[in-house]
Nanobody, 122 residues
């Protein structure tokens, strides 16, 4: 079974940076993507970015494009989300998820981590 563990969240001032990590294990041949989602209090879960494990292709939500960068290590067991120029509206619990295709739809992902809190102060 796929296991995902996020880390790297914290409190940062607006304009600052954080790097989130998602340590993954237990992949099967059907799992080809890792995605990042976030959920702020009182709001629906929002897709942020995803990366294909086979092609390293990436996708980003418009709200983070140009500020966030998703990447994967050579061992293909850790996915990073580098977040720069953070804004208060980026405050949320960030989750990584594993699925069979890089997509903005949460229904494409079968496994989810426990989340890590990111708080951006103004």
């Amino acid at each position: 079974e796929v296991q995902l563990v996020e880390s790297g969240g914290g409190l940062v001032q607006a304009g600052g940076s954080l790097r989130l990590s998602c340590a993954a294990s237990g992949f099967t041949v059907d799992d080809d993507a890792i995605g990042w989602f976030r959920q702020a209090p009182g709001k629906e879960r929002e897709w942020v970015s995803c990366i294909s494990l086979s092609t390293d292709g990436t996708l980003y939500a418009d709200s983070v494009k140009g500020r966030f960068t998703i990447s994967i290590n050579n061992a293909k067991d850790t996915v990073y989300l580098q977040m720069n120029s953070l804004k208060p509206e980026d405050t949320a619990v960030y989750y990584c998820a594993a699925g069979w295709i890089c997509s903005s739809s949460s229904s494409r992902y079968d496994y989810w981590g426990q989340g890590t809190q990111v708080t951006v102060s103004s």
